[in-house]
């Protein structure tokens, strides 16, 4: 299978906007709300505690569906789980839009027992049907575990984007492996690696 190669080595390539590209490394901190009463289960900063995206998901749904919005409340891209299949599949389309011509990327787990989550990203303009291999040093995330963040609810993460990334497609893979580990452990999860 063909693979493309994202990385800081690289010129930049936007899969979401090159809006969310920078020529320095963005640090973020996600914090992920574990009871989700609020419309936002999701809340990303930047590492001055600017506010950057917002992940919305329905509470009650037959379908497993999510919308990013950006610092203005715009949706910036809407994600959507695919029940029937045997790897945890998601689709990633523009704004709020479901359709097919809207397609940005899909992502599967690369099989269906895994130890550590390994996605493999599709992106819809590849016709070659190869894959996204994203680089990095193993771990994607680092939990930050305090005893407030236990009592009321709340996970905190850090990340760190590569310069020349689009950081608004790191947050949407956050998003589905939030989705995939919650199936398997709805509190928390810790160390995630993407291959």
């Known amino acids: 299978m063909a693979q493309q190669t994202m990385s800081s080595e690289c010129n930049p390539v936007a899969i979401i906007s090159p ?25 990303v900063n930047d590492v001055n505690g600017n506010f ?16 990013i919005l950006d610092s203005a409340d715009r949706p910036i891209v809407s994600l959507r789980h695919e029940v029937l299949t045997s790897h945890s599949r998601w689709q990633v389309f523009r704004g709020e839009s479901l359709d097919e011509k809207d397609l940005i990327f899909s992502a599967k787990t690369s099989s269906i027992i895994q130890l550590k989550t390994k996605l493999h990203v599709f992106l819809a303009n590849n016709t070659s049907r190869g894959s996204l291999r994203l680089h990095g040093e193993g771990k994607l995330m680092h939990k930050k575990l305090t005893a407030k963040s236990i009592l009321i609810g709340k996970d905190t993460f850090n990340v760190t984007v590569y310069p020349n990334t689009d950081y608004g497609f790191i947050v949407a893979l956050i998003v589905i492996l939030d ?15 993407v291959a």
Request: glycine residues 4%.
């Open 19 to 43: 809006h969310f590209i920078a020529p320095h490394p963005v640090d973020l901190t996600i914090v992920r709300k574990v009871l989700k009463i609020t419309d936002g289960n999701f809340i």
């Open 179 to 193: 989705g995939i580990n919650s199936q398997y452990n709805p509190i928390k999860y810790y160390n995630v690696a």
């Open 52 to 67: 950057m995206f917002k992940v919305k998901a329905p509470l009650l749904s037959l379908h497993d569906r999510r919308t």
